[in-house]
């Protein structure tokens, strides 16, 4: 079964720092997504990605994030000034051509301290 | 903006027992999704409803969408401890397509004791 790879499974940053999140989405699948879920608490969208550019964003997805796909396998998140409110599990999907599920990836724990 | 809601936010049942998850949507939806999320687990899609009023089953799960497509449930018969995780309904807006966002309700935790 293809998966969604995600690195690293935790990371550690202090406030202000930049992280970078990566990614890789399952190989034949076009559109690809970020979202976050703060412990216990509901699953949110952040950015979606088509055809190398952003399709959506939410309004959580300031001009402190900002996403690439920058080889045609990778898909990162970059945060580049982290807040103590953005610890949490970030979730990278997948999906393809035609009305599918998302494939979720084991997500990246964030912490800010 | 669209938003989606769940309830109940918790449910414990006696292994055996039924249970039912409901979400309801603030806009109509073009089709809704389910997802499964294990403790300490990433969401796990489940099923996709398209149609008003469909109704799809997976062995014990059993999947509405109403005739409005502005809510749908999931109904779990005798539930199995394996069965333990919290369901999310997310949904995309009208219109937006096959591949507009996906909006996920806040989820139904589910414990089962054996």
């Known amino acids: 079964e293809p998966e969604v790879t995600q690195t690293p499974s935790h990371q550690v940053t202090q406030m202000g720092q930049e992280v970078i999140l990566r990614c890789v989405p399952i190989?034949?699948?076009?559109?690809f997504y970020w979202y976050r879920q703060i412990l216990g608490q509901k699953v949110e969208f952040l950015v979606s990605f088509y055809n190398n550019e952003i399709s959506e964003k939410s309004e959580i997805f300031d001009d402190q994030f900002s996403v690439e796909r920058p080889d045609g396998s990778n898909f990162t998140l970059k945060i580049r000034s982290t807040k103590l409110e953005d610890s949490a599990m970030y979730f990278c999907?997948?999906?393809?051509?035609?009305?599918?599920?998302?494939?979720f990836g084991s997500g990246t724990r964030l912490t800010v301290v | 903006g669209q938003q989606v809601m769940q309830i109940p936010q918790y449910q414990h049942v006696q292994e055996g027992e039924d249970f039912t998850t409901y979400c309801n949507s603030s806009?109509?939806?073009?089709?809704i999704q389910w997802y499964k999320q294990r403790p300490g687990g990433h969401p796990v899609f489940l099923i996709q409803l398209v149609k008003s009023g469909e109704v799809k089953k997976q062995k014990r799960l059993t999947f509405q969408f109403g005739e409005a497509k502005k809510n749908s449930s999931l109904h779990i018969t005798a539930t199995q401890t394996t069965d333990v995780g919290t369901y999310f309904c997310?949904?995309?807006?009208?219109?937006?397509?096959?591949?507009?966002?996906?909006?996920f309700g806040q989820g139904t935790t589910l414990q089962v004791k054996p």
């Open positions: 190989s034949n699948h076009l559109y």
């Open positions: 999907a997948s999906s393809g051509q035609g009305a599918r599920g998302y494939t």
């Open positions: 806009t109509t939806l073009s089709n």
């Open positions: 997310a949904g995309r807006r009208l219109g937006s397509g096959n591949t507009g966002k996906l909006i």
